[in-house]
C-alpha cells in the first residue's frame, strides 16, 4: 500500500493535478456570486439537515429494541438526507437560471473522473487512517484503556450487528446515494466555493472545508477516523476545483462509502 500512495502522489504531482493554478482555473468558469451567498446557501442547507434529523430522532425515540436500531438509523438518514435534498435542488433551481454557468452540473464522464480520483486517493487516504489508527491504539495502550474500534462510523457498526432486511438495504441505499449527494452539494457545491472566494486561494478554501466537514462527522466516529476524513475530503475538494462541476465529486464519494461499505460488511 506504501508503494501504491507513491504512485498516486507522483501521478497527482506530475499530472499538476495539485498545481494552485490548475485549481484556481475551475473558479473562472463559475458564477460571480458573493462569498457569503455560498456560505449562507449551505448554512441554509445544514439548517434544513439539522431540524429534519433532529425531528425524526424524536420521531424514532421510541424505538429502544436492539431490532429497531436499523430501522431507527434509517428513517433518520433517509428522511434527513431526503429532505435536505429536495430543499438544496429546489434552491440550485431558483437560484441559478437556464443557461448560466454554475458548479452544480455533471457529465457522464464525471464517472470516470470520481472512479479515478479515488483510485489514485485511496493509498494515500488508507496509509494516513491506519497511521491514525495505530497511534490511537498506542494512546490507549499506554492508558491502560482498550483500543478503539476498528469499524469507525456508527452506521457501519449497525450495518454488521444485524441480520439482513429490508432495513438493511434502505441504510445502504442512503450511505451510498444520498449522504454523498447531499454532503457534496453542502461542503462542495456550496460552502467550498465560497470559501474559495472569501480566502482568495482555492488549497486554503480546500483545506478549511475539509477541516469542517471531518468535524461535523465528530459524533459519529471515533476521534482517530477524523484523519482518514480529512485526507479524502481533500481528495473530493481537489476533484470539485478541477473540473468545475459537482458531478465527479458526487461519484467519488459515493465510490468510497461503497468501498468502505464492501470492506465492513466482506
Not at 458548479?103 to 479515478?116: H, K
Not at 490511537?136 to 483500543?147: D, K, W
Not at 480546500?206 to 468535524?215: E, P
Request: charged letters at 10%.
Amino acid at each position: 500500500m506504501m508503494a501504491c500512495a507513491v504512485v498516486s502522489l507522483a501521478l497527482l504531482s506530475g499530472g499538476r493535478l495539485l498545481n494552485r493554478k490548475n485549481l484556481r482555473g475551475s473558479l473562472d468558469r463559475r458564477t460571480s456570486a458573493a462569498a457569503a451567498v455560498w456560505v449562507m446557501g449551505a448554512l441554509g442547507l445544514w439548517a434544513v439537515w439539522a431540524l429534519s434529523g433532529g425531528a425524526l430522532v424524536l420521531y424514532t425515540g421510541g424505538m429502544t429494541d436492539a431490532s429497531d436500531t436499523l430501522r431507527r438509523v434509517a428513517l433518520i438518514g433517509l428522511g434527513a438526507h431526503a429532505v435536505a435534498l429536495v430543499v438544496g435542488l429546489l434552491y440550485i433551481r431558483l437560484a441559478f437560471h437556464k443557461g448560466r454557468d454554475n458548479p452544480f452540473t455533471a457529465r457522464l464522464t464525471d464517472v470516470v473522473v470520481g472512479v479515478v480520483g479515488l483510485v489514485l486517493a485511496f493509498p494515500i487516504v488508507y496509509l494516513i487512517g491506519t497511521a491514525a489508527y495505530s497511534l490511537a491504539s498506542r494512546i490507549a495502550a499506554a492508558r491502560g484503556a482498550e483500543a478503539p474500534d476498528i469499524m469507525g462510523h456508527t452506521t457501519l457498526q449497525a450495518l454488521t450487528a444485524t441480520d439482513t432486511t429490508t432495513w438493511h438495504w434502505l441504510v445502504i441505499l442512503d450511505v451510498v446515494l444520498l449522504a454523498p449527494l447531499i454532503e457534496e452539494i453542502v461542503y462542495r457545491g456550496f460552502l467550498q466555493t465560497g470559501l474559495v472566494r472569501l480566502m482568495r486561494s482555492p488549497l486554503l478554501g480546500i483545506a478549511l472545508t475539509s477541516v469542517i466537514f471531518s468535524l461535523m462527522h465528530a459524533g459519529s466516529v471515533p476521534v482517530y477516523t477524523l484523519a482518514t476524513l480529512f485526507a479524502v475530503s481533500i481528495g473530493f475538494g481537489v476533484v470539485f476545483e478541477r473540473t468545475g462541476r459537482i458531478g465527479a465529486p458526487i461519484v467519488m464519494h459515493a465510490a468510497f462509502n461503497a468501498l468502505n461499505l464492501w470492506i465492513a460488511m466482506r
